[in-house]
């Protein structure tokens, strides 16, 4: 389903929900959470919405992706943007959390590690952000769509775009990642796309039912949602996307 919002305010708040609402509904809750700029909103709201009966303990957070190279203490890291934009605001301890380690000497174990996570712990809740060429994750274009954790390399574009969280420039060449089949066999997917400069890739998401990109994986899909704000959605014809977004694939 294809959800527009007025504000990227409306979308955090709505995305902050959906994950109160997991945390509360779910037994075993697990969520896979995207790190950067799209979330931050809606995981300050979510951790300022625990009250002391949220039973926050029960929670697993797994890793979506991580820089190969990159030190989970590193400004810039996933797992750093994660930690100063939720974990540390809503008290989620490091036992609490499963993430790739970016600098692990075999990233094939790193990869099998969480996988096996995944299998006694499946996903709750996935929250997904939209790269600028499309990627969930750093499942970049032209990846194919596996049911497990891979090594991958990384697009001149997210190279490009990922300098925006270093200091200054930083080499990244490889990225670990969950694959597009785990991230949609999740229980519950929103993929959050907001602000004008998402404008142009959010047209070019929800204009071809035939998939070339990684977030069109998503689409057609009952369980997965698509929560844009109006800068966002400002190119895209509303009704072929709702269209795509609602269409149920065979």
Same mark, same amino acid.
């Given at each position: 389903m294809?959800?527009?919002?007025?504000?990227?305010?409306e979308v955090a708040e709505a995305i902050a929900n959906e994950m109160k609402a997991s945390l509360e509904h779910d037994d075993r809750p697990v969520f896979c959470l995207a790190s950067g700029s799209t979330p931050q909103k809606s995981y300050r709201k979510f951790a300022e919405s625990l009250g002391a009966g949220s039973?926050?303990? *029960?929670?697993?957070?797994v890793s979506l992706d991580e820089?190969? /190279? @990159?030190?989970?203490s590193s400004e810039g890291s996933?797992? *750093?943007?994660?930690?100063d934009d939720l974990f540390s605001?809503? /008290? @989620?301890?490091?036992?609490?959390?499963?993430?790739?380690d970016g600098t692990a000497p075999d990233l094939q174990q790193e990869c099998a590690r969480i996988d096996r996570y995944i299998e006694q712990r499946p996903i709750t809740f996935s929250l997904m952000g939209v790269g600028m060429n499309g990627h969930i994750g750093l499942n970049e274009p032209g990846c194919p769509?596996?049911?497990h954790s891979s090594v991958v390399s990384l697009s001149e574009t997210?190279?490009?775009v990922a300098q925006k969280y270093f200091h200054e420039q930083t080499a990244l060449e490889q990225g670990i990642t969950l694959g597009l089949a785990q991230v949609i066999a999740s229980k519950r997917v929103v993929v959050a796309i907001t602000g004008e400069r998402?404008?142009?890739?959010a047209k070019e998401i929800f204009s071809n039912r035939e998939p070339k990109l990684p977030a069109q994986y998503l689409l057609g899909n009952g369980h997965i949602d698509f929560y844009l704000d109006a800068e966002a959605a400002r190119h895209i014809d509303r009704r072929l996307a709702e269209e795509l977004s609602s269409w149920e694939k065979a």
């Open positions: 294809l959800r527009i919002f007025e504000s990227e305010e039973r926050l303990d *029960r929670l697993g957070i820089w190969v /190279g @990159i030190d989970r996933c797992y *750093r943007m994660l930690d605001l809503a /008290g @989620i301890s490091d036992e609490q959390i499963e993430f790739f769509v596996l049911g997210t190279k490009q998402k404008a142009n890739i």
